[in-house]
């Protein structure tokens, strides 16, 4: 079955405890993205990788950190997490860069004290 | 840069009967495309329909279908005969032209729909 998984899917942690969400795809995608969505401010964009050791920043990239090593895992990571990234994330893969679907996996629901 | 505006946070339908989500859009880009994603409560994102600036006819997905005013810039989102299973929020989002190999998906912040029996 095609899918983006993320892992956890719930986390609760404390301010400054470094963490991983990780996300892999199996459909062989070139282009992955992480997004945050927050009440009343819809899906921002975090980062984006366009391929293998390519990355670049979205909309809100301040905190997070990403790598792409092999084409089908796309990590964020949270180095010193603050509250302000309470929110819920999002990973995404398509195969092309221009108006393919992105599919998006289940979610990650990050709270951090 | 590109925009979304999602004017409804909320909208009320009754079951079966046919409901509009509205979405306007700014760009300067000529070529661009326009997508609607539902997320229910357990929170997944779910894809239901794509739009292409250069498509001539509007998209149609089983009950969606997509009202494409591109001189308007507008792209609101039709359901037709609601279910119970369409309480959901609902996502309008725009990838714009591409910039060195990649364009962004940009998201409005999305309207709330309430299906009532």
């Known amino acids: 079955e095609a899918q983006v998984t993320q892992n956890p899917r719930y986390l609760i942690t404390v301010t400054g405890k470094k963490l991983t969400v990780t996300c892999s795809q199996n459909?062989?995608?070139?282009?992955m993205s992480w997004y945050r969505q927050d009440p009343g401010l819809g899906l921002r964009q975090i980062y984006y990788?366009?391929?293998?050791?390519v990355t670049d920043k979205g909309d809100v990239p301040e905190g997070y950190k990403v790598s792409r090593k092999e084409k089908r895992n796309f990590p964020l990571i949270l180095e010193s997490p603050s509250p302000n990234q309470t929110s819920l994330y999002f990973c995404a893969s398509s195969w092309g860069q221009g108006y393919e679907t992105q599919y998006f996996g289940p979610g990650t629901r990050l709270l951090v004290l | 840069a590109q925009k979304i505006t999602q004017t409804q946070p909320g909208m009320f339908v009754q079951e079966k009967e046919a409901v509009t989500l509205d979405c306007t859009y700014d760009t300067s880009d000529q070529s661009y495309g326009l997508f609607w994603y539902k997320q229910p409560s357990s929170g997944e994102m779910i894809f239901l329909i794509y739009?292409?600036?250069?498509?001539?006819q509007n998209a149609t997905e089983g009950r969606y279908s997509l009202n494409f005013q591109k001189a308007r810039k507008s792209a609101n989102l039709v359901i037709s005969a609601s279910q119970l299973g369409d309480s959901a929020m609902y996502f309008c989002a725009m990838r714009g032209a591409m910039n060195s190999g990649y364009s962004t998906l940009t998201f409005g912040k999305g309207t709330m729909l309430l299906v009532s029996p």
């Open positions: 990788s366009m391929n293998v050791e």
């Open positions: 739009q292409g600036s250069y498509d001539e």
């Open positions: 459909m062989n995608h070139e282009y």
